[in-house]
């Protein structure tokens, strides 16, 4: 990381000092974070070499049998197996990088340690696991009830993680705090989120072209591209770039959750702090 000062996490903000602070805060603490990220890409791409290939939509499927044979050819056992163990990966990204943001906001300096996110990630794996499932099939009730619905959910309740790594209240609590946090805080929390999902999305685009060129090649029967070497390639190229750029919104997002703290709390908590200490420090003088 920069030896730049830390970073004033805990402030009152608004929508553009919360882009600009989260654009520092990226800046300052990507290459931290990435660094102890490294680990995880040689097991994803373990994950996608084993992973089936998948199977050609046939081009008559006349009657229900050849359906259930193309879909049984998809949901195989091993693909479904290791679908989940590439979800418990990105779910342990977004861990670390909220744990990371946890113990920088506590820190005197800014100094993380890798080793100190990774025992907080496996601390709070199992239970956030738990938590997620629920809060996923929440937003998919939602969502098949209405589009709306569960967009609105996810964005009420999307701080849950961040409320239990940083407050150490319970999980239903947790989803509490966060709808409490967003909840004079909607629209700006959505916007905010969307901007910088679309500055990925962007990014995650250029990483798949190679992905892109493969499934054109495989449609025009160019050898070559439809390869499963190249297959096997652009699919690791585009699975090395969700994990270089999904750091990048989970920082975003944890910025504007100490916004949102902040306000809702009515104070400057690491100004208090700090005071605190001095006023502490200045007490032992006399």
Same mark, same amino acid.
């Given at each position: 990381?920069?030896?730049?000062?830390?970073?004033?996490?805990?402030?009152?903000?608004?929508?553009?000092?919360?882009?600009?602070?989260?654009?520092?805060?990226?800046?300052?603490?990507?290459?931290?974070?990435?660094?102890?990220?490294?680990?995880?890409?040689?097991?994803?791409?373990?994950?996608?070499?084993?992973?089936?290939?998948?199977?050609?939509?046939?081009?008559?499927?006349?009657?229900?049998?050849?359906?259930?044979?193309?879909?049984?050819?998809?949901?195989?056992?091993?693909?479904?197996?290791?679908?989940?163990?590439?979800?418990?990966?990105?779910?342990?990204?977004?861990?670390?990088?909220?744990?990371?943001?946890?113990?920088?906001?506590?820190?005197?300096?800014?100094?993380?340690?890798?080793?100190?996110?990774?025992?907080?990630?496996?601390?709070?794996?199992?239970?956030?696991?738990?938590?997620?499932?629920?809060?996923?099939?929440?937003?998919?009730?939602?969502?098949?009830?209405?589009?709306?619905? &569960?967009?609105?959910?996810?964005?009420?309740?999307?701080?849950?993680?961040?409320?239990?790594?940083?407050?150490?209240?319970?999980?239903?609590?947790?989803?509490?705090?966060?709808?409490?946090?967003?909840?004079?805080?909607?629209?700006?929390?959505?916007?905010?989120?969307?901007?910088?999902?679309?500055?990925?999305?962007?990014?995650?685009?250029?990483?798949?072209?190679?992905?892109?060129?493969?499934?054109?090649?495989?449609?025009?029967?160019?050898?070559?591209?439809?390869?499963?070497?190249?297959?096997?390639?652009?699919?690791?190229?585009?699975?090395?770039? &969700?994990?270089?750029?999904?750091?990048?919104?989970?920082?975003?997002?944890?910025?504007?959750?100490?916004?949102?703290?902040?306000?809702?709390?009515?104070?400057?908590?690491?100004?208090?702090?700090?005071?605190? &200490?001095?006023?502490?420090?200045?007490?032992?003088?006399?």
């Amino acid at each position: 990381m920069d030896s730049t000062k830390k970073i004033k996490l805990f402030t009152n903000r608004d929508f553009s000092d919360n882009f600009d602070l989260s654009l520092t805060f990226i800046k300052q603490n990507y290459g931290a974070v990435i660094k102890g990220l490294l680990i995880l890409i040689p097991l994803v791409l373990i994950i996608q070499f084993l992973m089936p290939a998948t199977p050609q939509v046939p081009s008559n499927m006349n009657n229900m049998e050849d359906v259930l044979a193309f879909y049984a050819e998809i949901f195989t056992p091993a693909r479904i197996g290791l679908s989940l163990i590439s979800w418990l990966v990105s779910l342990a990204l977004m861990l670390y990088v909220i744990s990371y943001m946890a113990l920088y906001s506590k820190s005197a300096d800014g100094e993380v340690k890798i080793g100190d996110v990774w025992n907080k990630v496996m601390k709070v794996f199992l239970p956030i696991l738990l938590a997620t499932i629920l809060f996923c099939i929440a937003f998919s009730v939602g969502l098949m009830l209405c589009l709306i619905p &569960g967009i609105i959910l996810f964005v009420y309740c999307g701080f849950f993680p961040y409320v239990y790594l940083n407050e150490e209240k319970g999980i239903f609590s947790s989803f509490q705090r966060s709808f409490d946090l967003v909840k004079d805080n909607w629209w700006v929390t959505f916007g905010f989120g969307f901007v910088f999902l679309i500055l990925l999305t962007i990014g995650y685009i250029i990483f798949s072209i190679p992905a892109f060129i493969a499934g054109f090649g495989m449609a025009i029967g160019f050898d070559f591209f439809g390869s499963s070497t190249f297959t096997y390639i652009a699919a690791a190229i585009a699975q090395t770039g &969700g994990i270089l750029l999904s750091p990048i919104l989970y920082m975003a997002l944890g910025v504007m959750y100490y916004g949102h703290r902040c306000k809702a709390d009515g104070t400057d908590m690491e100004t208090d702090i700090d005071q605190i &200490g001095t006023d502490e420090e200045n007490t032992s003088n006399y």
